[in-house]
């Protein structure tokens, strides 16, 4: 299953086995502290607050909004094939930050900072390197979520 994602991080398998499943089926997961309350996105393992690896995950809504973003043209390697393309970090409304690239429900004339988006979790199946990533389009973009295997 890890696999889809590229390089993985060192956080044991078992803890991290569900979020794979999530995002494999489109949705946007964080993290919530059974311990103190303490929501996270990305989702972590361990809360960064009290320290508890006592967790759940939890759907969030996608909705953000556009703190900066910038348009690459001389891509870095793997990723020349697709410049020019535009990116930007964004606050989601329950929690944390992500960085996406911009899909097709927005041109670059008309992003704005401070624009609401909404985020979306994609899956290229035919892609060997990007397996997993999210998009920002209009408000109210839906999406479906992936076959599980």
Known sequence: MF???GKVNF???????????HLKDGRLMGSKCKQCGQESFPPRADCGKCLSGDFEYKEFSG???L?????IHAAPTGFEDVAPYTIGVVDLKETG???AWFG???SDKDIKIGMELQVVPR???ELEEIKVYYSLEKPGTTWSAAESS
């Open 3 to 5: 696999k889809w994602f």
């Open 11 to 21: 956080s044991p398998y078992t803890k991290v086995t569900e979020f794979a499943n």
């Open 63 to 65: 909705k953000a909004t």
């Open 67 to 71: 703190l900066t973003y910038t348009t």
């Open 97 to 99: 930050r992500l960085l």
């Open 104 to 106: 097709d429900t927005i």
């Open 123 to 125: 899956v290229f199946e």
